[in-house]
């Protein structure tokens, strides 16, 4: 038998996965493809079988059902050594009795490699510390420690890169550099990278494709602006950033728009971008869409008049306004701080604008609230 750890290659290929536990599903009859060399991320929150997604792929969990392939190598039942897959865990899992050089090389001396300077080299010079390569990993920072743990995966040159929360002990700002540099490095080295967070942030800034988990299925799959400017399902627009969904009704239908009433007042949604099923629509625009001015003001586009600001707060680059409408529903607003208007006051009797190709419009029978409840800082 060849070892598909190093002949493997192609997409990898996940048909009709389901993984249950006793009677939960926490994989639910899961089909994807995942093309070769691209940076893919799975984000859900917690419980929404990403990681146990992730633990089939890598062979640490058995699939009830389905088949996994990598090209046309099918890789369901085999052994985790044997798959040409590595994984790197939020904990980065180091040998701490091992030199930084030794913990790269292991992989490669495992397999039977003799000379393995030029290839451990080779990946130290990508994660750019050469320097440390004499080291033990106490002595590594966290970030320093994130990149020996890729340098360690990649310099097998699997298939597939399997990232688990990778970024997750790390501070904010480290956390935010790492994720422009494990972009770099994909790049560079042209693996599969199919990543797993929690994170929206990070699966954003990070991959290509972007695939949302809940409950077991796929909610909606692809770029990450198309995800963000397209929401298909009310938990994608409230997992994925902030989004003030209004539930309303289809009123007219005139050329490309659709005339959507919101509590007597009347505004647009182009057809390509609702996927309301009948008169009954959720209304969606996101805050930072939303340009916010006193009662006086004229506008064209979307208006929505009858504000009253009940919550405003300072966070640097914008100001957000938390908006009570007369229906009694609060509508969040973002105002980017470049002097475009005069700050506003709790309290202040506002208007609300937007340009009418911002709105998008879905199943008016869908919980306005999915995906908002949950909590995207929990871990799995």
């Known amino acids: 038998m060849s070892d598909a750890s190093t002949s493997a290659k192609g997409d990898l290929q996940l048909r009709n996965i389901t993984k249950t536990y006793g009677d939960f599903n926490a994989v639910d009859d899961l089909t994807l493809t995942i093309p070769e060399g691209s940076f893919f991320a799975l984000l859900g929150p917690s419980g929404c079988g990403k990681t146990t997604t992730l633990r089939m792929i890598a062979g640490l ?6 088949t996994i392939h990598v090209g046309s190598t099918e890789i369901t039942d085999m052994k985790p050594y044997r798959r040409p897959v590595n994984t790197v865990f939020q904990n980065y899992a ?16 495992r397999r039977g490699i003799k000379d393995v300077k030029e290839q451990v080299d080779k990946v130290l010079q990508l994660v750019e510390l050469p320097h440390l390569a004499e080291r033990k990993p106490t002595q590594l920072s966290g970030g320093q420690q994130q990149r020996i743990a890729v340098a360690r995966a990649i310099v097998n040159r699997p298939a597939l890169l399997l990232l688990d929360e990778p970024l997750g002990a790390l501070d904010l700002k480290l956390r935010r550099q790492m994720q422009i540099e494990l972009k770099w490095i994909q790049t560079e080295v042209g693996l599969t990278f199919v990543h797993v967070t929690h994170d929206q942030e990070e699966a954003m800034t990070m991959a290509d494709t972007i695939a949302v988990m809940n409950e077991g299925r796929i909610e909606q799959m692809g770029t990450p602006a198309d995800l963000y400017d397209n929401p298909q399902t009310a938990f994608v627009a ?52 939303i340009r916010i001015q006193e009662n006086s003001h004229t506008n064209s586009g979307c208006v929505l008049e009858g ?53 998008f419009g879905l199943n008016g029978h869908e919980d306005a609230s999915a995906g908002s409840e949950v909590n995207p800082t929990e871990d799995e």
Do not use: C
């Not at 539930?247 to 647009?268: E, I, M, P, R, Y």
């Not at 640097?316 to 470049?338: C, R």
């Open 94 to 109: 180091l040998f701490p009795h091992l030199s930084i050089f030794e913990n790269v090389a292991f992989g490669l001396r």
């Open 61 to 66: 969990e058995e699939p009830t059902a389905g």
């Open 307 to 359: 504000g009253t600001i009940v919550d405003v707060s300072y966070i640097g680059v914008s100001t957000q306004y938390q908006v009570e409408m007369p229906w009694g529903q609060e509508l969040m607003v973002f105002e980017q701080n470049d002097d475009g208007i005069p700050p506003l006051a709790k309290g202040d009797s506002v208007k609300l604008s937007w340009e009418p190709v911002f709105s």
């Open 238 to 289: 409230n997992f994925l950033g902030q989004s003030n969904l209004i539930k309303g009704n289809v009123v007219a239908t005139d050329g490309d728009s659709h005339t959507v009433d919101l509590f007597g007042q009347k505004v647009k949604v182009n057809k390509n971008r609702s996927v309301a099923r009948d008169s009954s629509i959720l209304f969606g625009i996101r805050p930072e869409k």
